[in-house]
């Protein structure tokens, strides 16, 4: 049984973070040289944390499987960032951003984390602004904002369609100067492989020098993870290539809590999938969402190209169905709204799999210039992918998968269950419940990065008995010899299937039964039947023929899909076990009468935390009660 | 589509390589360019081959890892396209297409068409940032910035250091890597402080790494996939004057 106490601090929900923040034990600025923490994971979450701790005296290593940290995936989010600033003046509030953020995740997540994350969401923007990260502003001078997915106010910054990227540049920039500094130590090209647990605690971790492939164990006071999400287990999703499960799962089979896997998000502006060849979905922003107007032909088949179809033959069917929100409905709705109406055949394109997004009205009324300043660089990149132009002719778009709310379990202090071990950003569970709002995924690595884990971080390696403890120790020969065994079987494989076609074999079967609608039998069926792809692969997948002493981006791939494949039969399990439907998490068999997601707080109001128990074991199923004292448990309406 | 790829195979830094060439049936026009060679090495690990190394991972043509000369221009035919974003319908049916990696004396092979870029990193190291600590930052309104400088910022900070300015230059300069990163922060007034210090740290640094002059052949512009301007050359060598002549130090 996982030890679940959240540690959230007593008393009203706007005074818990200072409370606690004085509570919390500090360590003395002269004795923060002592202490040695590992980062693993360089985008937002990673890089900010990795930076600030240095600047507070720590000695940070960061390690990134890129080959620079300037690469991590954050630097593909295209839209925004939210904060509370409510500098449009249109009545937002650190707790409305709290509000619309817990009732946006359909009331599955901590209210004391959520509220915190809008508490200090003023601040990461203030922070970007002083690095230099080139927001949008007004004609005035001031910042600029925009409105997105799931909200009614205009909080949103943005820096043109590029605002993962210029926010990554920023925290990269101060990784950048501290690596100069000397306070952090950089190891690119690195993957981890393993965590190394002594007397209960983190204390380090295992590598594999990506190009040499030399394996090494590297010790310190404290790990954190801000490894991102497991998208990729669909195989086709709009995560970059390497995006994969590996490190949170390691830390999974070493003791850590895995927190609600079966919560994935299914973004609705995707290019729909054109062929077989496909490696990856192309997200398009859901600032688009803003003007874009969404629909389908109303006649099942009508392949009359759009401009052809008059506007009474037209079904907007967000703006049909959800007056207030219409075609900013949050992601989940947009999603699941777009797979109803392509499953009765209406869905546009040559393979019927799409939804029109149209700027036809945009453009009319405030005309190309404007649209092109807002959305130029997404509309060229949707051409450029589907030699179409937006400006002429509608967006095709499809759901795919995007984002991972599910992700390792961590207290208020954002540690795991294993004492020592940090969890941020995407890697963790906490903020978002079941479903995550647009702009809000760079808030929360920001927050966690920049604001809340150097604070929590210092009360753990001032309170807790660490012992010394470096590589020498038992533990970490024990890891290495694990890691190492693991390696050589993977090298092992001289079957006949590509580690890529069994890879993209799970992918559709997590697509079709564990994707954007679920049900018991479709469940039932993908655990029968990754067992048996699990077996093919170790019988039958092929990592041919460089060694392990080099770069060798197949045995890289084979390691991670090995991992997707256990992985991927957790996140079945939790999706079976939660028998309601909320968020991302749709269960047919739990639906309103109308098609809405039917909740269950009587009996899911809660965390599900599994335990890994052994590799020939059912995992066991751990409970948090999530408490409501600050929200009520509403039935989500956009309507 | 049938395509033939001449590709650069290299085993390690320190090996010689050379061009071999593979017949590819049944591409799809819709393909990108990276899955084609995707599907290549698909071909290449049934046959008990060793797969083609290259590097991507967004495939969205922003996080600037992938890049590929592609026939002699630097990711390929489209301006301003990375690889990524490069589909086989701008080839012809039956074309050949010589895939080589990015040829710069300090970006040395690590194998196939996978390079080292690392001193990019350093040279953002030696002064790339602004020097502000998390934690204590004004409010982001305080000080008003004209779109005008925003959105100049902005064009120079699109860079996404994917390193084909280097690879287009016949000196191998990274002259316009180093001006964006010096007009993006030169700009806004946050940036402006350490302005004459962070120009002369990065072109000290760009120059101890190996990378060539500026010959204004602005073949570095041409091949951007963002399309930066050279003119930030022309303003960091000014701002670089400047620094040099009339700052204290």
Redesign the interface.
């Known amino acids: 049984m996982l030890n679940l106490d959240a540690k959230i601090p007593s008393g009203p929900i706007e005074l818990k973070w200072q409370k606690h923040k004085f509570e919390m034990k500090l360590v003395n600025p002269a004795n923060k040289r002592k202490f040695n923490i590992i980062v693993v994971g360089t985008g937002l979450a990673g890089a900010?944390a990795a930076?600030?701790l240095a600047?507070l005296g720590y000695n940070v290593d960061a390690f990134c499987f890129?080959?620079?940290?300037?690469?991590a995936?954050s630097?593909?989010a295209q839209g925004g960032i939210n904060a509370a600033?409510n500098?449009p003046n249109d009545g937002d509030s650190i707790f409305r951003l709290f509000y619309d953020t817990i009732k946006g995740g359909d009331f599955r997540a901590r209210e004391a984390n959520v509220y915190r994350l809008a508490e200090v969401s003023n601040?990461v923007?203030?922070?970007?602004?002083?690095?230099?990260v080139?927001?949008?502003?007004?004609?005035?001078?001031?910042?600029d904002n925009r409105s997105f997915g799931g909200a009614q106010v205009s909080r949103t910054f943005y820096?043109?369609g590029?605002t993962?990227?210029?926010l990554l540049?920023g925290a990269?920039?101060?990784l950048?100067?501290q690596?100069?500094a000397g306070q952090v130590k950089?190891h690119?090209r690195t993957e981890m492989l393993d965590v190394v647990i002594v007397n209960g605690q983190a204390r380090g971790i295992v590598t594999r020098n990506l190009?040499t492939g030399s394996i090494e164990t590297w010790a310190a006071h404290a790990v954190v993870l801000a490894t991102g999400g497991y998208s990729n287990v669909f195989y086709l999703s709009t995560n970059?290539?390497?995006c994969n499960v590996t490190a949170a799962f390691r830390a999974y089979k070493r003791g850590a809590g895995f927190a609600n896997p079966c919560y994935t998000q299914i973004h609705p502006t995707c290019i729909p999938q054109?062929?077989e060849?496909?490696?990856?979905l192309?997200?398009m922003s859901e600032s688009l969402r803003n003007d874009g107007r969404v629909w389908v032909p109303k006649q099942k088949g009508d392949k009359r190209p759009p401009a052809q179809i008059p506007e009474n033959e037209r079904d907007y069917y967000l703006e049909r169905k959800y007056p207030s929100f219409g075609n900013l409905a949050p992601r989940d709705i947009a999603s699941r709204s777009a797979k109803e109406v392509c499953d009765q055949n209406l869905g546009i394109g040559p393979n019927g799999n799409g939804v029109y997004l149209d700027f036809a009205d945009a453009l009319n009324r405030v005309g190309a210039k404007v649209i092109g300043e807002r959305y130029g660089n997404l509309f060229?990149?949707y051409e450029?992918?589907t030699?179409d132009d937006p400006y002429k002719t509608p967006m095709r778009i499809f759901p795919a998968p995007h984002y991972t709310m599910g992700g390792l379990w961590v207290d208020y202090n954002l540690m795991s269950t294993i004492p020592g071990l940090h969890v941020i950003g995407e890697a963790n569970f906490s903020d978002h419940g079941a479903n995550r709002l647009g702009a809000s995924a760079l808030m929360q690595g920001l927050a966690d990065g920049?604001?809340i884990l150097?604070y929590t971080i210092g009360h753990y390696l001032a309170s807790a008995q660490l012992s010394d403890v470096d590589t020498s120790h038992s533990e970490f020969a024990a890891a290495l010899a694990d890691v190492q065994a693991r390696n050589a079987k993977l090298l092992r494989l001289k079957g006949?299937r590509?580690v890529?076609?069994i890879h993209r074999e799970l992918g559709q079967l997590m697509w079709h039964n564990v994707g954007m609608s679920r049900n018991a039998a479709g469940l039932l069926q993908t655990l029968q039947r990754i067992p048996e792809l699990r077996e093919e692969f170790w019988q039958n997948a092929?990592v041919?023929?460089?060694s392990g002493e080099?770069?060798n981006?197949?045995l890289e791939k084979a390691g991670r899909v090995a991992d997707f494949l256990e992985f991927a039969e957790l996140l079945t399990r939790d999706a079976l076990e939660r028998r309601e439907s909320c968020g991302g998490h749709f269960r047919n068999e739990y639906q309103q009468e109308d098609g809405e997601a039917k909740r269950d707080d009587k009996n899911y109001a809660h965390v599900a935390v599994w335990e890994h128990k052994g590799d020939d074991k059912t995992p066991e199923r751990n409970i948090e009660q999530l408490k409501y004292e600050n929200v009520a448990l509403v039935t989500r309406s956009y309507k | 589509m049938k395509i033939t790829l001449k590709i650069w195979r290299q085993k390690?830094a320190d090996t010689k390589g050379k061009l071999v060439a593979y017949d590819l049936n049944n591409i799809?026009p819709?393909?990108?360019f990276?899955?084609t060679l995707?599907?290549l090495n698909?071909q290449l690990?049934?046959k008990?081959?060793?797969?083609v190394?290259f590097?991507?991972?967004?495939?969205?043509?922003?996080?600037?890892?992938c890049g590929l000369y592609i026939s002699g221009t630097a990711h390929g035919p489209?301006r301003?396209?990375t690889t990524c974003?490069l589909?086989m319908?701008t080839f012809k049916d039956g074309e050949t297409i010589t895939v080589e990696p990015w040829r710069a004396k300090p970006f040395k092979v690590?194998?196939d068409l996978?390079v080292?870029?690392?001193p990019?990193?350093r040279i953002?190291?030696?002064g790339?940032?602004?020097?502000?600590?998390?934690?204590n930052?004004?409010?982001?309104?305080i000080?008003?910035?004209?779109?005008k400088a925003?959105?100049t910022?902005?064009d120079a900070?699109?860079c996404?250091?994917c390193g084909a300015c280097v690879a287009a230059c016949k000196n191998g300069s990274a002259m316009l890597f180093v001006a964006a990163k010096v007009a993006?922060?030169a700009h806004?007034p946050?940036?402006s402080i350490e302005g004459q210090k962070r120009v002369r740290a990065m072109i000290a640094q760009m120059d101890a790494e190996g990378f060539g002059s500026c010959t204004n052949t602005y073949e570095c512009g041409a091949v951007c996939p963002k399309g930066i301007s050279v003119d930030f050359i022309a303003e960091m060598n000014r701002r670089w004057l400047g620094a040099t002549l009339f700052d204290s130090k």
């Not at chain 1, 060849?277 to 990856?280: E, G, I, L, R």
Request: aromatic fraction near 6%; include cysteine; hydrophobic fraction near 35%.
């Open positions: 900010s930076a600030t600047e890129h080959d620079s940290p300037r690469r995936h630097i593909a600033k500098y601040a923007i203030d922070q970007c602004v002083a690095q230099g080139p927001f949008a502003r007004e004609y005035g001078g001031y910042l820096a043109r590029q993962g990227q210029q540049l990269y920039q101060s950048m100067r690596a100069s950089l690119p190009v970059a290539k390497t054109t062929g060849h496909q490696s990856k192309t997200l060229e990149m450029r992918i030699a920049y604001f150097p006949k590509s890529d076609s092929i041919l023929p460089a080099e770069f981006q197949e | 390690k799809d819709k393909q990108s990276l899955e995707d599907t698909q690990i049934a008990g081959e060793e797969p190394a590097e991507s991972d967004c495939r969205e043509g922003i996080c600037g890892v489209l301003e396209t974003q589909h319908r690590i194998k996978v080292d870029r690392s990019f990193d953002i190291q030696a790339g940032f602004v020097s502000v600590n998390a934690g930052a004004p409010d982001g309104n000080v008003p910035i004209s779109k925003a959105d910022a902005m900070a699109a996404i250091g993006h922060l806004l946050q940036g």
